[in-house]
């Protein structure tokens, strides 16, 4: 949660719980995911604590790193699924950083979020049991893969759980919500700081610098997350960056001014 925010504005903020920055990015190269030998341990991992539930016994834990068969990589374009793909797992993010999108009849493609390490993806294919959009690696990936109905069976028999498992869905709704309530309400520097700061929230609690960071998205990917043009996000940069808000060098960005961009989120919340 961004700091010095309310609680009314959470929704807004679950809006932007969609991204990361990992390691600098390869060689695009379109690729299907491959499939690593090695079985992979949820009680050993380093992201343990951002993706699975806190209060598992020690035979829980077991018993959940039973149902992660494997795990894939994906190189950067590489698309983990696809629209329209059955839906028979759910992915667990171990490393690098992921787009959702979904194109129009006429080409245009449309970024529905960005998914980071510790987050879950897939849950768009319940509803139907089809994927409804595509899922696309903006740099090298791996992730762990975990059959949902292996998913669905543990959940029943571990009540912590089934209640994750409840609050990831009841996050992807507020998330929704969020995006809602950006579009309609906030001017381009508003979404911009937003953006900004919840990114840099995020980054922190994951180790990273309070006040750099790389964007792994293009500007135009950026822009069309929050409903802007791509020389409407490019000239809110290039404000932020002359008002001595943030240095800007190509995709690294380095907070100068973090009350000042604080001040214009609050903006849009009064």
Do not use: W
């Amino acid at each position: 949660m961004l700091n010095h925010i309310g609680a009314n504005d959470i929704a807004l903020q679950e809006a932007y719980n969609q991204m990361d920055v990992q390691r600098p990015p390869r060689t695009a190269e379109m690729q299907v995911p491959a499939e690593s030998s090695f079985k992979v341990a949820c009680s050993n991992c380093n992201l343990r604590e951002l993706c699975l539930p806190i209060g598992l016994s020690t035979a829980e834990m077991n018993r959940l790193d039973g149902i992660v068969a494997t795990r894939k990589k994906v190189k950067q374009g590489g698309h983990l699924f696809s629209s329209g793909d059955p839906f028979t797992t759910l992915y667990a993010i171990r490393t690098g950083f992921f787009k959702t999108c979904v194109v129009s009849e006429d080409g245009r493609e449309q970024v529905t979020g960005f998914q980071m390490a510790g987050e879950i993806m897939g849950l768009d294919g319940i509803v139907s049991d089809h994927h409804n959009c595509n899922a696309i690696a903006l740099e090298d990936a791996e992730v762990c893969v975990m059959p949902f109905n292996h998913v669905e069976d543990l959940s029943r028999e571990i009540p912590v759980l089934q209640r994750h498992v409840h609050k990831i869905m009841s996050r992807e709704i507020v998330r929704e919500n969020g995006v809602m309530m950006l579009l309609a309400n906030m001017r381009a520097e508003e979404r911009l700081a937003a953006f900004l700061l919840n990114l840099l929230q995020r980054l922190h609690a994951r180790g990273y610098s309070k006040s750099e960071l790389i964007l792994r998205m293009t500007r135009e990917e950026i822009g069309s997350y929050l409903g802007m043009k791509l020389e409407t996000v490019s000239r809110t940069f290039s404000k932020f960056s002359d008002e001595g808000i943030i240095e800007v060098k190509q995709k690294n960005i380095r907070i100068l001014d973090h009350e000042k961009l604080q001040t214009i989120f609050n903006a849009s919340t009064c």
